[in-house]
């Protein structure tokens, strides 16, 4: 069975305390993982080092970063690179957020840079793609979700792919409490798994994970979760309330 991954985006919240808190909080929480479930915490850069230690015994559970350079190192102010994340212990690291191709004018050229960074680290990027709501009421979200994969992932080869998450994040339903149809999900998640069947094989799709994202709570987790290609969530808001992201946690298949 493919991987079943909760994983969480912190975003830009949280003080130190609190960031230590909520760490805390859900560590204590002892939820049981099978050895197919995970879980990934993706935490603003400063607080890594710390939670890696923190968690450095829990099995299963993983501290991510939302984002690294293009390069690997140089005199590029104020960037963080993947090979310093690395060093940390880190092996996921989240690439392509919509708000970071919105607000930081992310092309899927320098998302290709970014995977390629990652994978040169051991790291797998968990990759986010999805569609505006415009490009949906005209129905050309498959096109659109499958040309995203074409465009940033398809240069890699039969092994690198394995080593990708996919995150499936309709930008309509980040933030927004409204979430795509569990029906929707998975006709998206199918979509998605034939785009990289086409390329990859039947075989190799059938491996990825792909992760839904868009107002994920604890109360609508498990009907999401419980579709075929759906196989986990990447969750923004509800990651910071750890009873909520527990709630989740339990959702994943098992
Ligand atoms: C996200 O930003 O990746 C996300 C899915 O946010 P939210 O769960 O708050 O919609």
């Not at 760490?23 to 002892?30: F, G, N, P, Q």
């Not at 579709?227 to 969530?233: I, T």
């Amino acid at each position: 069975m493919r991987k079943q991954i909760a994983a969480a985006n912190w975003k830009m919240n949280l003080n130190a305390e609190e960031a230590s808190n909520l760490l805390d909080e859900i560590y204590s929480k002892s939820i049981e993982l099978s050895s197919n479930q995970m879980v990934v915490l993706s935490i603003p850069y400063i607080y890594i080092g710390e939670a890696i230690k923190k968690y450095k015994a829990k099995n299963n559970y993983f501290i991510a970063a939302q984002n690294c350079a293009t390069t690997t190192n140089g005199a590029y102010t104020g960037e963080i690179s993947a090979s310093m994340l690395h060093s940390l212990g880190v092996k996921y690291i989240i690439i392509g957020h919509s708000e970071r191709r919105e607000f930081h004018f992310e092309t899927n050229q320098i998302l290709i840079q970014k995977i390629d960074r990652c994978l040169e680290n051991n790291i797998t990027p968990i990759f986010c793609c999805g569609e505006k709501i415009e490009i949906r009421d005209k129905r050309e979200q498959n096109e659109f979700v499958a040309n995203q994969i074409i465009d940033c992932l398809f240069h890699l080869n039969q092994e690198q792919i394995k080593h990708i998450v996919i995150a499936y994040e309709p930008i309509w339903a980040i933030g927004t409490g409204k979430t795509a149809s569990s029906q929707e999900a998975e006709d998206m998640h199918k979509n998605i798994r034939l785009t990289l069947a086409q390329k990859f094989g039947d075989n190799v799709a059938d491996q990825i994970s792909i992760l839904y994202g868009g107002s994920v709570k604890s109360n609508n987790a498990s009907e999401i979760f419980s579709e075929n290609d759906v196989d986990g969530g990447l969750i923004g808001g509800a990651s910071l309330n750890a009873n909520e992201f527990s709630g989740i946690i339990n959702a994943l298949k098992k």
